[in-house]
């Protein structure tokens, strides 16, 4: 009996690990970053898609917060939902790391559960089409372009409601779709009825997030830095060390990497620096306009 009671859980415990932790796909970008504190723009690859999972709890964990510091950072963890084991990497940092998660994915859920109750924030990364699509494919939950207005309200809602717990929301690709002014103002408003803020990652040059953003009232702010589009270790660093050095050009940032083990490591070796600098990580929040 107890033989066949260990068989049992070891086969459910396998099966857990088969559904919810996924290896995360997050590939090469292509960048160049002029100046650290110079905006960039790029698009992500293509995701894996899952049924969506109907489940929302939205709130905001209690964190702390360091009000009027010059030399602030906000450090935005893209593309999470596939996998829990590199969540928990991200939770052992010790350092506020806001976590936006793609909705209708295995983990996506879990991973917004487990991160609110860490004490971080957690942010829906919503999924826009990009150029190239379909060919390059934003994954489930996209807001696309031939949409009208009542299916991108549809669309955006159960996007919404799939994520427990978000403060905010930024987006997912959407080189295209964020140049269209129309289409971006029926996401924003939709966005500021539900008491949400904006982060624009600025995948296009041309993105109209912030210029509407600032039409409407909404609260918002842009991507300054893309962390990691060679995923490599060492210019992960250098872009951190740099951002360190040029402290004094600049008083609040927003950085948004993705979950390469390349990413956290960088980030761990660079928050002493920060800390003797005197540079502030904290939650996105507090750098919302």
Same mark, same amino acid.
Request: aromatic content about 6%; some cysteine.
């Given at each position: ?8 859980? @070891? ?6 690990? #088969?559904?919810?932790?996924? *290896? ?46 010059? &030399? ?43 991160? &609110? ?9 919503? *999924? ?41 929301? &930024?987006?997912?690709?959407?080189? /295209? @779709? ?18 949400? @803020? ?47 050095? /040029?402290?004094?050009? #600049? ?17 761990? /070796? ?12 904290? *939650? ?6």
């Amino acid at each position: 009996m107890f033989v066949l009671f260990a068989a049992v859980v @070891f086969a459910g415990y396998s099966l857990y690990r #088969w559904m919810c932790i996924e *290896p995360a796909q997050v590939p090469h970008r292509e960048v160049s970053v002029k100046k650290v504190v110079a905006r960039n723009s790029t698009e992500r690859e293509s995701v894996k898609s899952r049924e969506p999972v109907k489940h929302k709890n939205r709130g905001q964990a209690d964190r702390k917060t360091t009000p009027g510091t010059e &030399n602030r950072i906000a450090i935005v963890i893209d593309d999470m939902g596939y996998d829990l084991l590199v969540l928990d990497e991200i939770l052992q940092i010790d350092a506020p790391i806001t976590v936006s998660i793609l909705p209708h994915l295995s983990c996506s859920v879990l991973v917004a559960e487990r991160a &609110n109750k860490a004490g971080r924030e957690v942010i829906l990364h919503l *999924p826009m089409e990009p150029y190239g699509y379909p060919g390059k494919r934003p994954g489930s939950g996209a807001l696309l372009l031939q949409m009208d207005r009542d299916e991108i309200m549809d669309q955006l809602e159960e996007d919404i409601m799939d994520i427990p717990y978000i403060s905010g929301v &930024n987006n997912h690709m959407g080189s /295209k @779709f964020m140049e269209d002014e129309e289409k971006v103002e029926i996401v924003l408003r939709q966005l500021k009825r539900e008491g949400l @803020f904006f982060l624009d990652s600025l995948t296009t040059k041309n993105s109209k997030g912030i210029q509407v953003a600032r039409k409407i009232g909404l609260r918002h702010v842009g991507r300054d830095i893309f962390l990691d589009n060679n995923c490599d270790l060492e210019d992960t660093l250098d872009i951190l060390n740099r951002i360190a050095e /040029k402290q004094n050009s #600049w008083k609040t940032m927003v950085i948004i990497g993705h979950p390469h083990q390349s990413t956290i490591q960088a980030i761990r /070796k660079a928050l002493p620096i920060f800390r003797n600098r005197k540079i502030h990580i904290v *939650p996105l929040s507090d750098l919302i306009q």
